[in-house]
């Protein structure tokens, strides 16, 4: 089973912008899909985007549209989220998780990281 490691979280004023990444342990680790959720405490955990791979055909949710984008850098297996115009509401624990397979849905993101935490303050 492949790794994925989260990182870049941190604290940020609103309005300010922050770079996750998420690293694969397993060399050309070549997924289906890749995704970013979030989850905040008492809440379900959420998909924010995903990004199918062999297309690059990307899904943002409607609360993050216009403002995170998803890419991948496959000669680093590495997956990226660039979070721009943070708002409080954004403040969550993100994860990223990866498919082998379609479809890019929850039941088929088999492997998932454990997560960094991102805190924007008003």
């Known amino acids: 089973q492949v790794q994925l490691v989260e990182s870049g979280g941190g604290s940020v004023q609103a309005g300010g912008s922050l770079r996750l990444s998420c690293t694969a342990s397993e060399y050309s680790f070549t997924p289906y899909c890749m995704a970013w959720f979030r989850q905040t405490p008492g809440r379900a955990r959420e998909r924010v985007a995903h990004?199918?791979?062999?297309?690059?055909?990307?899904y943002y949710d409607d609360s993050v549209k216009g403002r995170f984008t998803i890419s991948q850098d496959a000669a680093k297996n590495t997956l990226y989220l660039q979070m721009n115009s943070l708002n409080p509401e954004d403040t969550a624990t993100y994860y990223c998780a990866a498919a082998r397979a379609g479809p890019c849905a929850p039941a088929a993101l088999n492997s998932w990281g454990k997560g960094t935490l991102v805190t924007v303050s008003s």
């Open positions: 990004i199918i791979i062999s297309s690059g055909r990307t």
